[in-house]
């Protein structure tokens, strides 16, 4: 065991990978960076330095730079997945899904089904999203809600480098095309990691911290900041729950569920667009199934309906802190009047 | 191709702007002045005015993440662009879009783009409108060599020629997209005979000498204006700083850009050969360079002592709102 950042947890996760199977590959722009140029190799390793080192030590027929063309090396993994590779592709961040998203929504995701459960497409796509790095709005976006709305893609949120690793592992293990979500705010987050190869099971919601006074679910790096806001509330005499789904789908219904029936309050936090977004499908499944358990009604905590601003006034405006969180779990707390 | 003395004064005015400007921003970014992702055009300044030179206020231009340079060429204000990087109030998008996303509709500057690819489509868009419409307005898209191989390039150039739209495509080929150098992902490794297959007349232009980028710009858009159809230029250059302000470029041989800037530099090139042929006194051109300066300068002043976005701005400019409806 010992400190690592999100970034080398991830790298450490492919590189295991990589050296367990060899059908493992990856792909993607600059995630070895350098191609063509004499002489340099892994000058990059992906745009954020995650990849750095595995084009050395696995070489050109398993790391692959490719052109600016989402289309065709997206779809080329799912192609490679069902010939029988395990693709980790990368989409640099999430907001380019737009040019290839025929290749995600109608091939990977639904090669299992449409072809009567005989193709198996084991490829990941990793990519970077969230805001809080002045990227404005088209490289900022928490675009989740839209590949757990499709069916036949499994959806993967890490909130710490210890979840990465293990999620990473589990994603290139897994049999299904998965969005790998990676919060380019939290990659120098650091934590403890084991060195050995663990993997994480999808659909397993994690319990990170208990106490009856409300749950709280979040995701990714909302995950850490429910942690200080339950930090704070515990010291003001109300210890809650914090549930980090990690998985959005398969969704761990049953862990919100025994939450909600404990402490009969539910604050759900998604840093995504509130429309039709992942607090929105939560709400409305616990309103469905546990509406006799509720004490107060069901808060959600997202940034407003508007793209991500790119000054920093409005940027910090825009995305959920600590400060929301504790009020919304101290508004459900409040005698009702 | 004849130009007067106040076009060569011009063009050299609007090179050093952007250089100066481009300058000024790397050393802004370095101090923690400028939030966010940055990508500089220095460098590229002759591709950018050449191109916009024979432009008209009505006519289009789509950008890429690379921007300040064709904005600025095609006349938006520097001072509120100043503003805008700096993310505050009076900013060109109001510090809503940033370095990435600057824009101003009004001046036919359609946006620089965060999606590498996504500005053809839109520039044939402004195309198809002129059509419509029956202006004689061309557009110009820009887009680099990595956008080169993006399927939204491509297909952009078969709908322009399917159309037969007025749309010049400009492929600034720096060298790299990204770490990634251009040599190696353009598939045939021939540009113009790739422009060529979809039915565009192409041309590849030396992007270091400012009259070759205008000659050769001003002719295909004269064709386009005559109802000729899509044209391609393969411009050619280098980029002075990293793919974005902090890239270290370690993708890199050691003293490529030191060699093109001493050898090779668009506004050394230009200054050499108005002087030598004796068509602008140097005198002229070092008031031109000094008059730039104190723009830029005057652009970051303001900038610095603009206050940031008002947190309410926050929630304004998502939908344009009518009187009396429902938000
Ligand atoms: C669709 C899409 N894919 C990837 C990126 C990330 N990205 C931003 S700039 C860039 C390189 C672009 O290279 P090029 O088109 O040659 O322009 P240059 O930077 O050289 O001016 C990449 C890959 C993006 N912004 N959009």
Request: proline residues 6%.
């Amino acid at each position: 065991m010992s400190i690592k950042s999100f970034r080398m947890a991830l790298n450490e996760a492919m590189r295991q990978e990589m050296e367990r199977d060899p059908t493992v590959i990856a792909l993607g722009e600059d995630i070895a960076g350098g191609m063509g140029a004499l002489g340099q190799q892994d000058a990059w390793g992906d745009v954020l330095g995650a990849s750095k080192g595995l084009l050395g030590e696995f070489g050109r027929n398993r790391i692959f730079d490719t052109p600016i063309s989402e289309s065709a090396f997206i779809g080329a993994a799912a192609g490679a997945a069902v010939a029988g590779l395990r693709p980790i592709a990368q989409l640099m961040f999430v907001d380019f899904f737009g040019v290839c998203g025929d290749q995600i929504v109608n091939q990977m995701a639904k090669f299992r089904y449409m072809f009567g459960g005989k193709a198996t497409t084991p490829v990941v796509v990793r990519t970077l999203f969230g805001a809080g790095t002045r990227a404005a709005s088209q490289h900022s976006q928490c675009l989740y809600p839209i590949f757990t709305h499709i069916p036949g893609l499994k959806v993967v949120i890490p909130s710490s480098p210890y979840e990465a690793k293990g999620l990473m592992i589990q994603a290139i293990r897994d049999d299904d095309p998965v969005i790998f979500f990676e919060h380019k705010a939290m990659y120098d987050d650091v934590g403890e990691v084991p060195d050995e190869p663990y993997a994480i099971p999808f659909g397993q919601a994690n319990l990170l911290r208990a106490g009856g006074s409300a749950s709280i679910v979040a995701t990714g790096r909302m995950v850490k900041h429910a942690m200080q806001a339950a930090a704070a509330l515990e010291q003001a005499g109300m210890p809650c729950d914090v549930i980090d789904l990690r998985t959005t789908s398969p969704l761990d219904t049953n862990t919100i569920l025994t939450s909600v029936a404990k402490t009969g309050r539910l604050v759900i936090v998604d840093e995504a667009s509130p429309r039709c977004g992942l607090a929105a499908d939560i709400s409305a499944m616990v309103a469905q199934e546990a509406f006799g358990s509720l004490r107060a009604p069901i808060r959600m905590v997202t940034p407003p309906h508007t793209p991500v601003p790119f000054a920093p006034v409005l940027e910090d405006a825009y995305v959920p802190g600590p400060a929301q969180i504790e009020a919304a779990v101290r508004a459900l707390l409040e005698p009702r009047k | 191709m004849q130009m007067n003395a106040q076009q060569l004064m011009d063009a050299y005015q609007g090179m050093c702007t952007i250089r100066e400007f481009e300058e000024r921003v790397h050393k802004e970014f370095a101090t923690g002045q400028i939030p966010g992702f940055v990508h500089l055009y220095a460098g590229e300044e002759a591709s950018a005015v050449g191109v916009c030179m024979d432009l008209r206020p009505e006519d289009h231009i789509a950008s890429t993440h690379r921007g300040h340079g064709h904005a600025i060429a095609k006349g938006c204000d520097v001072g509120a662009m100043m503003k805008e990087i700096f993310g505050r109030q009076g900013g060109l998008c109001k510090g809503k879009g940033g370095s990435m996303h600057i824009a101003d509709i009004a001046k036919g500057m359609l946006g620089a783009n965060g999606i590498v690819g996504g500005g053809p489509p839109l520039a044939c868009g402004a195309a198809l409108a002129a059509k419509v419409k029956g202006t004689q307005a061309v557009a110009v898209a820009f887009f680099g060599d990595g956008a080169f191989n993006q399927g939204t390039t491509l297909e952009s150039m078969n709908f322009a020629a399917v159309y037969a739209l007025p749309v010049l495509f400009v492929l600034e080929d720096n060298g790299y997209a990204e770490s990634t150098a251009s040599s190696w992902s353009i598939g045939g490794h021939n540009p113009v005979r790739r422009a060529e297959g979809f039915g565009l007349r192409g041309n590849r232009v030396d992007g270091h000498d400012f009259f070759a980028v205008y000659r050769a710009a001003k002719e295909a858009l004269a064709r386009m204006r005559a109802g000729g159809g899509p044209e391609f230029l393969h411009i050619e250059f280098t980029r002075y700083f990293g793919h974005f302000e902090g890239d270290q470029m370690t993708y890199r041989p050691p003293g490529e850009v030191k060699e093109e800037r001493n050898y090779l530099d668009c506004l050394k090139f230009m200054r050499a050969r108005l002087v030598s042929a004796g068509l602008v006194q140097p005198q002229v051109l070092d008031r031109i360079e000094a008059e730039a300066a104190a723009l830029i300068e005057d652009a970051v002043g303001g900038a610095r002592a603009a206050p940031p976005p008002d947190r309410a701005d926050l929630l304004t400019d998502v939908y344009k709102t009518y009187p009396g409806a429902l938000a």
